[in-house]
Nanobody, 115 residues
Framework: QVQLVESGGGLVQAGGSLRLSCAASGSIDSINVMGWYRQAPGKQRELVAAMTRGGSTNYADSVKGRFTISRDNAKNTVYLQMNSLKPEDTAVYYC?????????WGQGTQVTVST
């Protein structure tokens, strides 16, 4: 079972940027979809961005034009570049990889955007 570990979260002012990383313990070559989700206090977990093995991407409307997902299969790592951050982006961000019966989540990393 491939395990996922997120890093890169922290406190940033509104308008700033952060880059989250999701390091896998094994190869992600065969994992069809790698994605980033977030959960704010009192809210349901929601999809932020996802990328397929073929490079297709999907973004939540709220982050389009500001966030970019990328995957480096050689490094077994997925990234989320977050620009123009807003206070409403504050949440715990989770990495997820899934493909057929395989479904793995990371432990999450906190992102806090101050006004």
């Amino acid at each position: 079972q491939v395990q996922l570990v997120e890093s890169g979260g922290g406190l940033v002012q509104a308008g700033g940027s952060l880059r989250l990383s999701c390091a896998a313990s094994g190869s992600i070559d065969s994992i069809n979809v790698m994605g980033w989700y977030r959960q704010a206090p009192g809210k349901q977990r929601e999809l932020v961005a996802a990328m397929t093995r073929g490079g297709s991407t999907n973004y939540a409307d709220s982050v389009k034009g500001r966030f970019t997902i990328s995957r480096d299969n050689a490094k077994n790592t997925v990234y989320l570049q977050m620009n123009s951050l807003k206070p409403e982006d504050t949440a715990v961000y989770y990495c997820r990889g899934y493909s057929g019966p395989f479904n793995s989540w990371g432990q999450g990393t906190q992102v806090t955007v101050s006004t």
